[in-house]
T-cell receptor
Framework: IAGITQAPTSQILAAGRRMTLRCTQD?????MYWYRQDLGLGLRLIHY???????GKGEVPDGYSVSRANTDDFPLTLASAVPSQTSVYFC?????????????FGPGTRLTVL | GQNIDQPTEMTATEGAIVQINCTYQ??????LFWYQQHAGEAPTFLSY??LDGLEEKGRFSSFLSRSKGYSYLLLKELQMKDSASYLC??????????WGAGTKLIIKP
């Protein structure tokens, strides 16, 4: 693989169910990010990780959790999905979390919560 | 608060030039990014400005004025494949990107 992969591509989920969105990168980037993208709004940061073993909260963290056990993987978990979490979720990575570091995006996961 | 403003939609003609503006108010400034996003796809990096002035990359150029909190993306010799959304994002003092809602560019033949 090259770049960032996300799984699943799309998912329909019943409210109240638990769901993990997977993200894997093979660029050995230190920093990784989870965003959600909703119509009419800019990308909003959910959680981020500057390096393996550390995570931080973004702008809209409630209802989501992440872990960063190693450099390559950064899963996002919805503990109990609600309809307002219907969105397109993008994972991104950058070499460092610093000035000028370009973020590269995965293909996204389209999640619908009913 | 932090805010990025850009027009919701613009229309231009194939072969022409279009300028997409972006104004911002953020807590700190560590550079401004432009990304392109085709419908149903991921954003892809176009340009980065941290100093005032114009950066040129082929048919695309990006301009920054830090004192005015203003940037624009200039697309020349428009092609149909340039139909996409263009996202403006500012890196704030915490090195986090604050994103505009994007400008949908429609190219007509």
């Amino acid at each position: 693989i090259a770049g960032i992969t996300q799984a699943p591509t799309s998912q329909i989920l019943a409210a109240g169910r638990r769901m993990t969105l997977r993200c894997t990168q093979d660029m050995r980037h230190n920093a990784m990010y989870w965003y959600r993208q909703d119509l009419g709004l800019g990308l909003r940061l959910i959680h981020y990780s500057n390096t393996a073993g550390t995570t931080g909260k973004g702008e809209v963290p409630d209802g989501y959790s992440v872990s960063r056990a190693n450099t390559d993987d950064f899963p996002l978990t919805l503990a109990s999905a609600v309809p307002s979490q219907t969105s397109v979720y993008f994972c991104a990575s950058s070499d460092q979390e610093g000035m000028g570091d370009t973020q590269y995006f995965g293909p996204g996961t389209r999640l619908t919560v009913l | 608060g932090q805010n990025i403003d850009q027009p919701t939609e613009m229309t231009a003609t194939e072969g022409a030039i279009v300028q997409i503006n972006c104004t911002y108010q953020t807590s700190g400034f560590n550079g401004l990014f432009w990304y392109q996003q085709h419908a149903g796809e991921a954003p892809t990096f176009l340009s980065y400005n941290v100093l005032d002035g114009l950066e040129e990359k082929g048919r695309f150029s990006s301009f920054l004025s830090r004192s005015k909190g203003y940037s624009y993306l200039l697309l020349k010799e428009l092609q149909m494949k340039d139909s996409a959304s263009y996202l403006c994002a500012v890196m704030n003092s915490n090195y986090q990107l604050i994103w505009g809602a994007g400008t949908k560019l429609i190219i007509k033949p």
